[in-house]
């Protein structure tokens, strides 16, 4: 067994500790390893994770994972191409197909990949199984180790089949998902919560528009529809907190299903949801959430993943945003920039310029999740004249969908491009309230233009700032 082997399984000491193997655990460990650290990777519960979410990497995260040598995680447990969305509004549908050119000199269009997201994260804990500079263990952290003097983390203690142990590192990296429990003692944020997805797997579902993303529009939140396997469908329904037909009082969330959302979905994937719902036990639930980052100055520890940085599930930006950032840190991290882990200024000089050069890419997608939520799941009139005139703002094809979807995508990082589009789509909802009122009725409108484009200062400027904070 090689030196640092034996430290690590021995000795349970090494130049890195990271805590949850899931998708950014598992990254940022290989993504370390490969650099020559050596990297204790610990995870509660080794068995196939079976969650509703984490399905659909967009094709900027597909090429975040080639960069991280990561790409073959995607073979062998039945992938989907994802060729882009097609959003249906009352029944009437648009096509956005990713943008052909949007970052590099390929002809191609670029493509997503979805997927069944334990199988998944089964191939990226088989990949750090794999590296030699990686030991992972099955064991549930319970707390961190401090320096009682300076407070600077050591380490984390863990129960490993009920036997107290400890494990020491250099640095430690706690990735333990939307749930963290270590947040609240290193992070100054909470967790917002305005809606749950409610989670249904589709058998043999046909979809109106194959390898693509549906999003489904009409009175109430949206609904999401993509393929996760030969013969799977993942269908996703957003049910905003207090939604009156989800009320003990009307039936249930199963009442709320099948008599509001089933009607709107389009003729051939209801069949499918009925049966799916019928089922006994499967129907399940996440939180929906905007957590946003901060400037991590904790002398030995660094918060990654949905442990730092939420935002709605709606754009599927999530895992995208996690391989770009182990990207990012691990050549902050690399070395040739950082020789020794231990170097408590260096790694927080890292943290800093990670915080903000991270916002090229995370900023924009956190920001536009929030705001098309916000559009999509329009509760009064200004967002329902926001809503119609992003659905109209895609028909008109072009830049009106190679923009868009280019920043959803992860492959267009510039966040004067989403700010360009965001008011682009208020001041055509504007248009479109006057071009369907006779002339004479043009100053009757003024007031609700005026309405409309504070809303839509309302939805983003508050998103915007939360992200620009240190």
């Not at 655990?25 to 984490?54: F, T, W």
Request: glycine letters at 8%; charged letters at 15%.
């Amino acid at each position: 067994m090689e030196s640092n082997e034996i430290r690590r399984r021995v000795h349970h000491e090494a130049d890195v500790v990271v805590v949850g193997a899931g998708i950014m655990g598992c990254a940022i460990a290989v993504a370390l390893g490969n650099q020559g650290r050596s990297v204790l990777l610990l995870e509660k519960s080794l068995k196939e994770p079976d969650r509703i979410v984490g399905e659909l990497l967009q094709p900027g995260g597909v090429a975040a994972l080639e960069k991280l040598g990561l790409r073959d995680c995607l073979e062998g447990i039945d992938a989907i191409r994802v060729q882009g969305y097609e959003v249906i509004y009352y029944g009437q549908p648009v096509e956005i197909p990713y943008p052909e050119n949007a970052n590099s000199t390929d002809q191609k269009r670029p493509e997503g990949r979805s997927f069944h997201h334990g199988r998944f994260i089964g191939r990226l804990r088989e990949a750090a199984k794999r590296n030699p500079n990686v030991t992972v263990i099955e064991t549930t952290v319970t707390s961190t180790v401090k320096d009682s003097y300076q407070g600077q983390v050591l380490g984390v203690e863990a129960l490993t089949a009920g036997k107290k142990e400890s494990f020491f590192a250099d640095l430690t990296i706690i990735c333990d998902g939307y749930a963290s429990k270590f947040r609240p003692s290193y992070t100054p944020h909470v967790p917002k919560t305005a809606s749950k997805f409610y989670g249904l797997e589709l058998v043999d579902c046909p979809l109106p528009h194959p390898l693509h993303g549906h999003v489904v529009l009409g009175s109430g939140a949206p609904v999401l529809l993509y393929q996760i396997g030969t013969h799977e469908t993942r269908a996703l329904i957003d049910v905003p907190t207090n939604t009156p037909t989800a009320s003990p009082a009307m039936g249930g969330i199963k009442a709320h299903l099948e008599y509001t959302v089933l009607p709107s979905l389009p003729p051939e994937v209801q069949p499918s949801f009925a049966a799916a719902l019928s089922k006994p036990g499967g129907l399940r639930s996440m939180p929906n959430s905007f957590l946003p980052p901060s400037t991590q100055q904790t002398a030995g520890l660094i918060l990654l993943g949905d442990a730092l940085n939420m935002r709605h599930p709606l754009t599927g930006g999530g895992m995208t945003v996690a391989f770009n950032d182990v990207v990012l840190l691990s050549t902050l991290l690399s070395p040739s920039a950082i020789p020794q882990l231990s170097s408590t200024p260096a790694v927080r000089s890292a943290m800093r310029a990670f915080h903000w050069q991270r916002k090229h890419l995370a900023s924009v997608i956190n920001i536009l999740a929030q705001a098309l939520y916000s559009l999509f799941a329009a509760n009064d009139p200004q967002l329902r004249t926001l809503q119609l005139g992003c659905f109209r703002y895609f028909q008109l094809g072009g830049n009106c969908v190679d923009g868009p979807v280019g920043l959803l995508a992860g492959i267009i990082r510039r966040p004067l491009v989403l700010f360009y589009h965001f008011f682009a789509v208020a001041l055509y909802s504007i248009f479109l309230l006057f071009a369907q009122e006779s002339l004479w009725k043009w100053p009757l409108r003024v007031g609700d233009a005026v309405l409309v484009f504070w809303k839509a200062c309302l939805v983003l400027f508050p998103y915007i700032w939360a992200e620009m904070r240190p």
